[in-house]
């Protein structure tokens, strides 16, 4: 068992990372935070304008230091960004400061999922499925690299979602600091 005292979600947009993390910390006592949200604290501006005025690098840069920030604190819950794992540096500070959970969803459940976001700006660039696609094929071994365990989240809702996780976590998370 990986006794790590946070709790990291990873995988692709709209996976439910920021949904079941939700739930999940409040199961867990955890302090919940939100890669996206840290960034956009920290930098007073939506992901989508940091996009605009920086590039994708200039996300990336910001993302890289929001993970370093937060995941230097104990008892976090931590929902990454979909490309968090793009970044080696990344994958191994999750890998060592965080129990992973990969959340796993299909392109047909993330396009219907994602059907009214305006909010993401990689799928502002085009056709909305090849780019999923395109990034699934991608970044899938990214994600089953830092993973320590996977979730399928397709045709449940975030909140059963959510519930199914919590069992598993309890047989398969010994979190650090915390006796049975
Ligand atoms: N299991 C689910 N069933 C149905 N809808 C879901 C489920 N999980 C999430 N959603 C919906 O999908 C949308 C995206 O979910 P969420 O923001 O949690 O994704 P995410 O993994 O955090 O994505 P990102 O990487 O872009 O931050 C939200 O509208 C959410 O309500
Ligand atoms: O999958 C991605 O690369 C992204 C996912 C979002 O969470 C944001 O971090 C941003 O829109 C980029
Ligand atoms: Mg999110």
């Known amino acids: 068992m990986n006794p790590a005292s946070n709790l990291i979600l990873i995988g692709p947009?709209?996976?439910?990372?920021?949904?079941?993390?939700?739930?999940?910390?409040?199961?867990?006592?955890?302090h919940l935070a939100?890669?996206?949200?840290?960034?956009?604290?920290?930098?007073?501006?939506?992901?989508?304008?940091?996009?605009?005025?920086?590039?994708?690098?200039?996300f990336r840069d910001r993302e890289r230091a929001a993970l370093a920030e937060v995941l230097a604190g104990d008892g976090v819950l931590l929902a990454t960004g979909g490309g968090a794992v793009l970044d080696a540096?990344?994958?191994?500070?999750?890998?060592?400061?965080?129990?992973?959970?990969?959340?796993?969803?299909?392109?047909?459940?993330?396009?219907?999922?994602?059907?009214?976001?305006?909010?993401?700006?990689?799928?502002?660039?085009?056709?909305?499925e090849q780019v999923l696609r395109e990034l699934a094929i991608l970044r899938a071994p990214l994600y089953a690299e830092v993973a320590d365990l996977s979730f399928d989240t397709d045709q449940i809702s975030a909140a059963d979602a959510a519930l199914?996780?919590?069992?598993?976590?309890?047989?398969?998370?010994q979190r650090s600091g915390v006796t049975a």
Do not use: Y
């Not at 947009?13 to 867990?28: D, N, P, S, V, Y």
């Not at 989508?48 to 590039?55: D, K, R, S, V």
């Not at 959340?103 to 799928?123: F, G, I, K, N, Y």
């Open 89 to 128: 540096d990344n994958r191994r500070l999750l890998r060592e400061r965080g129990f992973v959970v990969h959340l796993q969803v299909s392109v047909e459940q993330q396009l219907e999922r994602l059907a009214r976001d305006r909010t993401r700006p990689l799928l502002a660039r085009g056709d909305r």
């Open 13 to 30: 947009m709209g996976a439910g990372k920021t949904c079941i993390g939700r739930h999940l910390a409040e199961r867990f006592g955890l």
């Open 164 to 173: 199914r996780l919590a069992h598993l976590l309890e047989s398969h998370w």
């Open 34 to 58: 939100d890669a996206d949200r840290e960034i956009e604290q920290r930098s007073g501006a939506s992901v989508a304008t940091i996009f605009e005025c920086e590039g994708e690098a200039g």
